[in-house]
């Protein structure tokens, strides 16, 4: 009895904190059963990839994410045929070309030799494309959401090499897609000796159809497309193939007419997600959150601007970090109704430091869409509405 009456007092005053007189039907009835598989709590709807139900693209809602880890479901998706639905008992996967033995593997092949799981970012080229011209989009999933980091396990790429026997001459592998585009990239050999994986598993499961279900190339740090998904060949070749893919996509329109191709390292690259455009700052303690991540290896550090670059202090990093993935860095600060301007920079472990757009389209003009990673900014009002800088 004396157990009830205090629960039901707690009851009341949970319900009076939260400035109602109503006890919620949480605290007196047994909640639901567990689903067989979890999804997200339903009042989280709002956060979705956009826009929705597109075929070949779809943004990931950055500023939701809690962690250096994207969650499977939002993950940023960019495909050239839609989504194949792949029975795994069907897939293969032949190695062939400049090789002395060539290989079909079954899915059930590859789940028998040895596998690594490693946290790696994935960033298509064309991210932050929109604003080559300066500013153009409102939230940071319409700039940068075409970049995800998850745990990918697989086989690396090398060992798999050493069972086919790669003749001296083979210096590039082509990667082949199944789906109905079947898209390739090229890809230098010197990365499937380094850290290319062959994965099928995302996050603890398996790969998401959309990323590549049953199996994908992983070359971490390389630009998105070159992650070939739903992965059926590999070629060693002498030289790079051509494609469509590689002539009429994936190559940087230069000012002098000529263009960039086989641009493959994302460099490195910071996007504050906090307070981003479309959120409003409350008074008081605020935390600047973003992420940070290089194609080329580790975030060295990254500062942070709160007066548009005039002044910078050094953000706070997450451990761990790790190669080739996202860092989330921290900085704290007072907002008591002034107008602020907000931008980070990020510095790799090889010492290159994030450029402004300015000196940016110094080098590469306007004419590509490709390879943006200029430093990026908020504005934050005097009413703490928060739009692009
Ligand atoms: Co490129």
């Given at each position: 009895?004396a157990?009830?009456?205090?629960?039901?007092?707690l009851q009341?005053?949970f319900?009076?904190?939260?400035?109602?007189?109503?006890?919620?039907g949480?605290?007196?009835?047994?909640?639901?059963?567990?689903p067989?598989?979890g999804?997200?709590?339903?009042?989280?709807?709002?956060?979705?990839r956009?826009p929705?139900?597109?075929?070949?693209?779809?943004?990931?809602?950055?500023?939701?994410q809690?962690?250096?880890?994207?969650a499977s479901?939002?993950?940023?998706?960019?495909?050239?045929?839609?989504?194949?639905a792949?029975?795994?008992?069907?897939?293969?996967?032949?190695?062939?070309?400049l090789?002395?033995?060539?290989?079909?593997l079954?899915?059930?092949?590859?789940?028998?030799?040895?596998?690594?799981a490693?946290i790696?970012f994935?960033?298509?080229?064309?991210?932050?494309?929109?604003?080559?011209?300066?500013p153009?989009?409102?939230t940071?999933?319409?700039?940068?959401g075409l970049?995800s980091?998850c745990?990918?396990?697989?086989?690396?790429l090398?060992?798999?090499?050493?069972?086919?026997?790669?003749?001296?001459s083979?210096r590039?592998?082509?990667?082949?897609?199944?789906d109905?585009a079947?898209f390739?990239?090229?890809?230098?050999?010197?990365?499937?000796?380094?850290?290319?994986?062959l994965?099928?598993?995302?996050?603890?499961?398996?790969?998401?159809p959309?990323?590549g279900?049953p199996l994908r190339?992983?070359?971490?740090?390389?630009e998105?497309?070159?992650?070939?998904?739903?992965?059926?060949?590999?070629?060693?070749?002498?030289?790079?193939v051509?494609?469509r893919?590689?002539?009429?996509?994936?190559?940087d329109?230069?000012?002098?007419?000529?263009?960039r191709a086989?641009?493959?390292?994302?460099?490195?690259?910071?996007?504050?997600?906090s307070?981003?455009?479309?959120q409003?700052?409350?008074?008081?303690?605020?935390?600047v959150?973003?992420?940070?991540?290089?194609?080329?290896?580790?975030?060295a550090?990254?500062?942070v601007?709160?007066?548009?670059?005039?002044?910078?202090?050094?953000a706070?990093?997450d451990?761990?970090?790790?190669p080739?993935a996202?860092?989330?860095f921290?900085v704290?600060?007072?907002?008591?109704?002034?107008?602020?301007?907000l931008?980070?920079?990020?510095?790799?472990?090889?010492?290159?430091?994030?450029?402004?757009?300015?000196q940016l389209?110094?080098?590469?003009g306007?004419?590509?869409?490709y390879?943006n990673?200029?430093?990026?900014?908020?504005?934050?009002?005097?009413?703490?509405?928060?739009?692009?800088?």
């Open positions: 009895m157990c009830m009456r205090r629960t039901s007092f009341r005053a319900a009076m904190l939260a400035g109602t007189n109503v006890i919620p949480w605290m007196r009835e047994p909640g639901g059963t567990v067989a598989y999804s997200p709590s339903s009042f989280e709807s709002a956060v979705a956009s929705a139900d597109a075929r070949n693209i779809a943004l990931s809602p950055l500023a939701a809690r962690g250096i880890i994207t479901g939002l993950c940023f998706v960019r495909c050239h045929a839609g989504i194949p792949i029975d795994p008992s069907q897939h293969r996967l032949l190695i062939h070309g090789v002395k033995s060539p290989l079909v079954t899915m059930g092949d590859l789940a028998r030799l040895p596998a690594v490693r790696h994935l960033e298509c080229s064309g991210n932050t494309g929109s604003e080559w011209r300066g153009a989009a409102e940071v999933q319409q700039s940068h970049a980091c745990e990918w396990t697989g086989v690396r090398r060992d798999l090499l050493e069972l086919v026997g790669v003749s001296p083979a590039w592998f082509l990667a082949e897609g199944a109905a079947a390739d990239r090229s890809i230098p050999i010197a990365k499937a000796y380094d850290d290319a994986l994965a099928y598993g995302q996050n603890g499961e398996m790969l998401r959309e990323q279900y190339l992983i070359v971490p740090g390389y998105g497309s070159a992650n070939v998904k739903w992965l059926r060949r590999i070629k060693l070749l002498a030289q790079p051509y494609s893919e590689e002539t009429a996509r994936y190559t329109l230069m000012p002098n007419g000529s263009a086989f641009t493959l390292i994302m460099e490195a690259k910071s996007v504050i997600v307070p981003s455009g479309g409003h700052v409350s008074s008081g303690r605020n935390q959150v973003g992420f940070a991540w290089s194609g080329r290896g580790k975030i550090h990254v500062d601007s709160l007066d548009g670059g005039s002044s910078w202090r050094r706070a990093l451990t761990p970090v790790l080739k996202f860092s989330r921290t704290a600060f007072d907002w008591n109704g002034q107008d602020m301007a931008l980070s920079r990020a510095t790799d472990e090889t010492g290159y430091v994030q450029p402004t757009l300015a389209v110094r080098v590469r306007v004419n590509s869409g390879h990673n200029a430093i990026h900014g908020w504005r934050v009002s005097t009413t703490g509405a928060v739009s692009r800088l």
